[in-house]
Every structure is written in C-alpha cells, then in structure tokens.
C-alpha cells in the first residue's frame, strides 16, 4: 500500500514569505506526527495530531508556526513570515493508533525548506 | 543537557567488524526505546523496538540498562549496506524523542 506522502519535495523561498507543507499519511492512521530535521542535526519534534486534535503542540518553536489536520487525513503545517532559521527538512510520520511508545511510526521523504 | 544524548561518530568500520553504538537518555519517564535507521536524505525508518531484557535481530542486538539510563546497538559482521546513521528514541507518552545519530560508514 502507499506510504505516507509529503509535498512539496523542495521549496525555496524568500525571507518573510508564507509556505505551506502537506502531509498525506497512510490510510486509516489516526496518528500523524511533524518533526524538523536541521542539516547534521537530529529529529525536532513539532506537533502530534490525534484524529484531528492536537494534544501536544509544544514543540512548535514560535507562533509563526501552526499546523491543522482535516478529515483525520490529510495535515498542513504553515510557516509564516519564514525566517533562515527555519530552513531544515520537515518531516512528516503516521502511526496506526497513536501510543508513539508502542508502535512504529512511518515516515515520509520530507520537504526540504530553503529559506533565502 | 538533552534527552537522547548519542555519540556522533562517525564510526569507520572495515566490512565484516563488530561496532558497538551507545545512547543515554535523562528521562526516567522514558517508557519505551528504539532504533532506528535513516539512510543519507531519506526518512528515517525503524530497525528494532529494544526490551529490557534485551533482543537480536539477525546480525543486530539491542540492549536497555534503564538503572543506568543506557541503551546500546551492536552490530555484527558489517555491511557495505550497514552504512547510515542510527538513531537512539526515547518513548514517553506522546511523542518520541530522537538522539542526533550516529554516523556509520562501513568500508570495503
């Protein structure tokens, strides 16, 4: 079966623009998860959706950040006002039910953020 | 001091070694513990889920001292394949937390 998905791949963007990142997990998952990978660092985490709520928002680094989940399916994580800083690989991981100490998490590729 | 501390490396290896890799977390909260593999600009993927009593998978063995707060990953007889970087999780309630890797380059 497919695996979960991200899009885009790549994105370049200016200093202060807005982007968007999607994430379609794997079909029945009720879990997703948003992580940040900086170059040569380890994973960050950022937000865990259960269904569609999110009961742990707080790797989110600044309000600039803000991520929602519709359908218990697809989720979008939006940064405003993008900073260098927030260049990294944003990764995107399902699970089936969401006990993260249980069960395996899948990964999508990531999109890989470059902020000029 | 984080919560997943691991050794960098990177470790060079010559095909057919044993390597050892070794993690500390700081949580005692910390349930649950894996490994998991991610190879250069791929996602990371899980290797193996480590018990307390500790657990082999083929050519790798896991362990977990949790009165020492320490988790270690061995792996035998190297691979060219062997080659990536392993990451350390620590499992609490809702999230994982990763360790940074380490780096293994497996030489011919």
């Known amino acids: 079966g497919a695996g979960v998905s991200q899009s885009p791949s790549n994105k370049v963007t200016e200093k202060g623009k807005d982007v968007e990142l999607r994430c379609d997990p794997i079909s029945g998952h009720t879990a997703l998860y948003w992580y940040r990978q900086r170059l040569g660092q380890g994973l960050e985490f950022l937000i865990y959706?259960?269904?569609?709520?999110?009961?742990?928002k707080s790797g989110l680094p600044s309000d600039r950040f803000s991520a929602e989940r519709t359908g218990e399916s697809v989720s979008t994580l939006t940064i405003q006002r993008t900073q260098q800083e927030d260049s990294a690989v944003y990764l995107c991981?399902?699970?089936?039910?969401?006990?993260?100490?249980?069960?395996?998490?899948?990964f999508g590729p990531g999109t890989r953020l470059l902020v000029l | 001091r984080k919560e997943v501390e691991q050794d960098p490396g990177p470790f060079n290896v010559p095909e057919g070694a044993t390597v050892a890799f070794n993690c500390t977390y700081s949580?005692?909260?910390?349930?649950?513990f894996f490994w998991y593999r991610q190879d250069c600009r791929k996602e990371p993927k899980l290797l193996m889920s480590v018990y307390s009593s500790g657990n082999e998978d083929g050519r790798f063995t896991a362990q977990l001292n949790r009165a020492s707060q320490y988790i270690s990953l061995l792996i035998r007889d190297s691979k060219l394949s062997d080659s990536a970087t392993y990451l350390c999780?620590?499992?609490?309630?809702?999230?994982?937390?990763f360790g940074t890797g380490t780096l293994l380059a497996v030489q011919p």
């Open positions: 949580n005692s909260a910390s349930q649950s």
């Open positions: 999780v620590g499992g609490a309630t809702n999230k994982l937390i």
């Open positions: 991981a399902s699970s089936l039910v969401g006990r993260p100490s249980q069960e395996t998490q899948y």
């Open positions: 959706f259960q269904g569609n709520s999110a009961p742990d």
